[in-house]
């Protein structure tokens, strides 16, 4: 699976991103997608993470914030991100947990990366 993500930018403190990613490839099915992001000099994070049945898990910081979406059909996932805060700075990561067929183990697939900035 390939992910393309887009939608980073910079954008002041208060204001709101939408990020989107795109998966494309051979694939019989993407049970999971979410973003996870990293700031300078952390370790890699998780953001928020959901299913082909919907459910959705956020991190804390995430809570209340940002809301992730899904385009099942399109095989793309979006991350709406509200009231952006400057600590919210970040390369943020599309991922994907694929199979190749119905008995394949899970592939993990990550994205390129994409830049938010939160600054004033």
């Known amino acids: 699976v390939q992910l393309q993500a887009s939608g980073g930018g910079l954008v002041q403190p208060g204001g709101s991103l939408r990020l989107s990613c795109a998966a494309s490839g051979t694939f019989f099915s993407i049970n999971v997608m979410g973003w996870f992001r990293q700031a300078p000099g952390n370790e890699r994070e998780l953001v928020a993470t959901?299913?082909?049945?919907?459910?959705?898990n956020y991190a804390d910081s995430a809570k209340g914030r940002f809301t992730i979406s899904r385009d099942s059909a399109k095989n793309e996932v979006y991350l709406q991100m509200n009231s952006l805060k400057p600590e919210d700075t970040a390369v943020y990561y599309c991922h994907a947990t694929s199979r190749r067929a119905f008995f394949s183990p899970p592939i993990n697939s990550w994205g390129q990366g994409t830049l938010v900035t939160v600054s004033s």
């Open positions: 959901t299913t082909t049945t919907g459910s959705t």
